[in-house]
């Protein structure tokens, strides 16, 4: 059971579109949400991370939105490019040290020039 | 900056083989992630160290071992090889103190025939 809810597993959008990735969660113990970016044959990437103590966290074209009540938190791409073209994956853990990440399926988007 | 070190990077062994893949951490990272991913499918976590003691255990088979040394290295050891363990293994390191983002290496790939 995956316990880490992803979607949708695959997206097409036109450069500058702006991709949304939805993730939900049921283990209210995970208190710590990265997502990373994966090309083909190498290894994931951290994008960004949020915390529950806040709503959302943007670092350049990337913005995570988190709903702690609903236990949902996604990913926007501002301004897509063709280069944004990749698998990302939600991921949660509970940050009390050392604590293995649990993924979600993985989206893999394509930004269309 | 220096990132997460694996070697081999490509690998291939027959059926009832061993191996072992090699994973160093980036400097002053004392805890180390090993994870498997199959073709199109999410990094399932396999188990980790920290300061050379197991931390975490996930779904690691019996027939896999890994240790972390005293220079914080880690090394997976797979034995009996089957077909099915075919996968691209992924290291990844993270500093126990720190905000517990865990970085990760290019993989392994390891081909089973």
């Known amino acids: 059971q995956q316990q880490v809810k992803q979607s949708p597993q695959s997206l097409i959008v036109q450069k500058g579109g702006i991709p949304i990735i939805n993730c939900a969660y049921e283990n209210t113990a995970f208190d710590y949400f990265p997502w990373y970016q994966q090309f083909p044959g190498k290894g994931p990437a951290l994008l960004i991370a949020?915390?529950?103590?806040?709503s959302e966290k943007k670092e350049g074209r990337f913005t995570i939105s988190f709903n702690k009540s609903a236990k949902q938190f996604s990913l926007h791409i501002m301004d897509s490019q063709p280069g944004d073209s990749a698998t990302y994956f939600c991921a949660a853990t509970m940050d009390t040290g050392r604590r293995a990440l649990t993924f979600g399926s993985g989206t893999r988007l394509q930004v269309q020039p | 900056a220096a990132g997460v070190i694996q070697s081999p990077r490509h690998l291939i062994k027959e059926k009832r083989e061993t191996a072992t893949l090699k994973c160093y951490p980036i400097p002053r990272h004392d805890t180390v992630y090993w994870y498997q991913q199959g073709p199109g499918q999410d990094p399932q976590f396999l188990i980790s160290?920290?300061?050379?003691?197991?931390?975490d255990k996930g779904s690691i088979p019996d027939r896999f071992s890994a240790q972390q040394f005293s220079d914080y290295h880690s090394e997976l050891n797979m034995s009996s090889l089957e077909l099915g363990d075919s996968a691209l293994y992924f290291c990844?390191?993270?500093?126990?103190?720190?905000?517990?983002?865990?970085?990760f290496g290019p993989g392994t790939r390891l081909t089973v025939l």
């Open positions: 160290f920290y300061e050379k003691m197991q931390s």
């Open positions: 990844a390191s993270s500093l126990a103190g720190g905000p517990d983002t865990q970085y």
């Open positions: 949020i915390r529950p103590d806040v």
